[in-house]
């Protein structure tokens, strides 16, 4: 199994406090994203980073923020968390393929985050 | 806008039948596509991918066909098996290497 890991499994948090999600990696793929899932809705996209500091906007990016500072950690954070925002949060990792080709992802366990 | 559609959110299947899975896409820059299973409570698996020059790609028990004409693939499964039952979702890639995923559908295989 590829080795991301995934902080916290599990919280439970305010309307209008900041959240920050972090996963982790081990091994040193060069693309990192972050998706969110929801019943009707499958993965939606919010952010991806495609090396450290490079990061570009998902599908559904408004009230969220990442960063990546090394290339092992990609923290997604709630600027301020509203209810629409309790969802199931997967981080995922991908290394660019030879040649242009593709390679699949690797997911993460998930962080389920409630937003009372 | 929805650029890549799973419409069916469910599907039964019996035991050792064949389980078909559809997927529709809109944007003709995609040119790798990929299909995920999930399990609950954990993240998604891959499973099979297929690039845009290619119709067909078989690995055992699974095999993805692409109509790039359509804008369509599906992965069939055959024999399904009782340990099938999850959900599948199709992605697409382009050159940014941004995945996107479909809603997804619910397989049950019926022992």
């Known amino acids: 199994d590829a080795g991301i890991t995934q902080s916290p499994r599990h919280k439970v948090t305010e309307t209008g406090t900041p959240v920050t999600l972090r996963c982790h990696q081990t091994?040193?793929?060069?693309?990192m994203y972050w998706y969110r899932q929801d019943p009707g809705h499958g993965l939606r996209l919010i952010h991806y980073?495609?090396?450290?500091?490079?990061?570009d906007k998902g599908e559904v990016s408004d009230g969220y923020s990442v960063s990546r500072s090394k290339t092992e950690d990609f923290l997604l954070t709630l600027e301020s968390a509203t209810s629409s925002q309790t969802s199931v949060y997967f981080c995922?990792?991908?290394?660019?393929?030879?040649?242009?080709?593709?390679?699949?992802?690797?997911f993460g366990p998930g962080t389920r985050l409630t937003v009372l | 806008d929805q650029q890549v559609k799973q419409n069916s959110p469910s599907l039964s299947v019996q035991e050792g039948r064949i389980s078909i899975l559809n997927c529709d896409y809109t944007n003709s820059m995609f040119d790798y596509f990929l299909w995920y299973k999930k399990y609950p409570a954990e993240g998604p698996t891959f499973l099979i991918s297929?690039?845009?020059?290619?119709d067909k790609n078989e690995d055992g028990r699974f095999t993805v066909f692409l109509n790039k004409s359509a804008k369509h693939l599906s992965l069939h499964i055959v024999p399904s098996q009782p340990g099938d039952s999850a959900v599948y979702f199709c992605?697409?890639?382009?050159?940014?290497?941004?995945?996107?995923f479909g809603t997804g559908t619910r397989l049950k295989v019926l022992a």
């Open positions: 995922a990792i991908s290394e660019a393929g030879k040649g242009g080709t593709y390679n699949e992802q690797f």
């Open positions: 091994e040193n793929h060069r693309y």
């Open positions: 992605a697409a890639a382009s050159g940014t290497y941004k995945y996107i």
């Open positions: 297929i690039s845009s020059i290619k």
């Open positions: 980073s495609y090396g450290v500091k490079d990061t």
